[in-house]
Structure formats: structure tokens, C-alpha cells
């Protein structure tokens, strides 16, 4: 959906720098979830966050990852010194409220950054 | 353990003609909703069907068809009428209730012919 804008959609670094992948949610949307795509596989859950908490970064690795949602401006998820494995397509999603299992619960996802790690 | 299967790795298909693509799922949340998305070469992630566990009937949305069998926990989409630009990646993927994360398939590659 052209509403969640993520940014840039392509990202070259060189091992060892940083990648600083930003998403903006729709308007009014204050959850944002972030995914990884390896090449040749489905989304995997990364992180969740509502304005300026973490609520699960369970899916996140435990080092090098971080990400923040602040109270103004994007998301942004930073991986520090990064790796050639870190290669992989970053998308973004936002909802309005917490996901609920009945009635428009489609997730709404950004056109996802492209990392490529040389 | 996988919560989501897509067997099928890729398929050819003629245009104009139909195309079913598997997926099935595993839960034990008698509650839950399953979608399909859509994955063009540009890569960007289409929304394309949604159906939750107690929709009494399947869902669709234009060309596209769910087939819901709950007791055999499948839930296989349907493209009628092919076309060229239906060429893409299918993702099909669950979310269980009160929870926010989506579990995705590994997704089937259509190929849509002339």
C-alpha cells in the first residue's frame, strides 16, 4: 500500500557499516512491524513497536539490531556493522490499533528497502 | 515448527485459464485470520484476499478465491481468468488472534504464458 513509505528502497553498504532503513506509517497508524525477506523466502517477523516502545523484538537478532519508533518522525531500524548474511529485502507494515482477527485486518506493508551488503 | 506450507515451489499456467495454489497451516487457535499476498518482480508486498476462521463462507475479491477448508486447515487461492501480469510471487500467511506477527509461507512462483 502506498501509504507506509519506507526508505531508500535500495541500500548498498560495505561490510562493517551501517544501514539506516526508515519507515513512515499511514497516516494515523501508530504500530509499525518490520520484516525481514532472505532471498527465495516468505517474511519473517523482526520487531513491533508503538510510538516510542518496543513492545516484542522477539524475531530480532541479538546483536547489531536495533530499532526505535519515535514520537516524531519514522521508524527507523539500524544493524550496525553489517554482514554480508544481512543481504535481504526489510519491509514495514502499520496498522491503526493492535491487529484484531475479524473485520479489515489486512496489514498494510511499505514497498520494502533492499539491502545489499558488498 | 512451520505454521504455514506452500508445496508448490512454481507453476505454469496458461492465460485465461485458472490456477489453484496450496497452502495449508498449522494452529491450534480455534481463532485466527490467513491472507495472500502478492509479490511482483518490483518487490513490493499486494494484499490480495483475507479470510478468518469463523467466515462461514469463502472469501473472494474479483479473480481471486479463497478455499477455505478449515478441517483439513487449508486454505488454497484461486486465480480465474489469468493474465500476464499475474506473473508474480504468492505468499500465503496467518495470523493467529491477538497476536500481531504474520507467519508466511515460503510462496509459489506463478508464471502466467501467452
Known amino acids: 500500500n502506498a501509504g507506509v513509505m519506507q526508505n531508500p528502497r535500495h541500500l548498498v553498504r560495505r561490510r562493517g557499516q551501517e544501514a539506516r532503513l526508515r519507515c513512515s506509517p499511514m497516516?494515523?497508524?501508530?504500530?509499525v512491524y518490520w520484516y525481514r525477506q532472505l532471498p527465495e523466502e516468505g517474511l519473517k517477523f523482526m520487531v513491533y513497536?508503538?510510538?516510542?516502545?518496543?513492545?516484542?523484538e522477539s524475531g530480532m537478532p541479538k546483536e547489531r539490531f536495533s530499532a526505535e519508533f519515535p514520537k516524531e518522525g519514522p521508524s527507523i531500524l539500524r544493524i550496525q556493522q553489517v554482514v554480508r548474511g544481512d543481504s535481504a529485502a526489510y519491509f514495514c507494515?502499520?496498522?491503526?490499533?493492535?491487529?484484531?482477527?475479524?473485520?479489515?485486518?489486512?496489514?498494510?506493508f511499505g514497498q520494502g528497502t533492499r539491502l545489499t551488503v558488498v | 515448527a512451520q505454521k504455514i506450507t506452500q508445496t508448490q515451489p512454481g507453476m505454469f499456467v496458461q492465460e485465461k485459464e485458472a490456477v489453484t495454489l496450496d497452502c495449508t497451516y498449522d494452529?491450534?487457535?480455534?481463532?485466527?485470520?490467513l491472507f495472500w499476498y502478492k509479490q511482483p518482480s518490483s518487490g513490493e508486498m499486494i494484499f490480495l484476499i483475507y479470510?478468518?476462521?469463523?467466515?462461514?463462507q469463502n472469501a473472494t475479491e474479483g479473480r481471486y478465491s479463497l478455499n477455505f477448508q478449515k478441517a483439513r486447515k487449508s486454505a488454497n487461492l484461486v486465480i480465474s481468468a489469468s493474465q500476464l501480469g499475474d506473473s508474480a510471487m504468492y505468499f500465503c500467511?496467518?495470523?493467529?488472534?491477538?497476536?500481531?506477527?504474520?507467519?508466511f509461507g515460503a510462496g509459489t512462483t506463478v508464471t502466467v504464458r501467452a
Open positions: 500467511a496467518m495470523r493467529e488472534a491477538n497476536d500481531y506477527k504474520l507467519s
Open positions: 513497536l508503538q510510538k516510542e516502545n518496543i513492545i516484542d
Open positions: 497516516k494515523g497508524h501508530s504500530h
Open positions: 494452529t491450534s487457535d480455534p481463532s485466527y485470520g
Open positions: 479470510q478468518g476462521s469463523y467466515d462461514q
Open positions: 507494515a502499520s496498522s491503526f490499533q493492535k491487529f484484531r482477527d475479524r473485520g479489515n485486518t489486512e496489514a498494510f
